[in-house]
């Protein structure tokens, strides 16, 4: 048992999915779906489920030793392995199930060896850029043609940068954001505390 104090109210993954952040996504996929799914999807799917459970319980410490990120590391490898296995089955045409996030996994163990434990950090990049692509959708009656769009123009601005890398600064919308002399509203300059900026 949980108590309620350490979790908000998830909302019902059936009939609100639309509102789950990557909070919600992360604690049901790391406390409930072990108990939800038992039962329900059947092997080798389930045992594959719980190995990502760990993977993930084991990113989320908050520090790691060196003989934990070794295991990390070959868990990872057989967790892709077994994707492969269970879902591309090394046919073409399911091709469609080698998303860029699991792709992602095989790079995880760089990442942490780079940056640290991600526990305080993928959680963010993830809110932020899924927030991003949210708020960008304002039509009703295309929300997901309108997705659509906004993500191929993104990608259209990455590219363009990589082919020309001159034109970086012109393309570059977060030019003010860049200037890191520059005070945010988020701030406060305070000289008594040595020429301190505190958020």
Known sequence: MIPASFVHSIPNIKADFHSFTANDNAFWLT????????????????SHM?????????????????AELKALGTDLYN?????????????????SVMTLASHRLDHLLDDINNTGPPAALWEF?????????????????????QLANTLLQQEQLKVMQMWYPDLSKELDYSGGRCNWSRISSAEKYFPEINNQIIL
């Open 79 to 95: 967790w892709c392995l077994d994707y492969e296995d269970h879902y591309f089955q090394h046919n073409p045409k399911h091709l």
């Open 125 to 145: 990049v993830t809110e932020w850029s899924m927030g991003e692509v949210a708020r960008s959708v304002t039509s009703c009656v295309y929300p997901f043609a």
């Open 50 to 66: 719980l190995d990502l459970i760990k993977i993930i319980k084991v990113c989320t410490g908050f520090s790691m030793t060196r």
């Open 31 to 46: 406390w409930l779906v072990l108990y939800l799914l038992a039962g329900c999807l059947s092997e080798p799917y389930y």
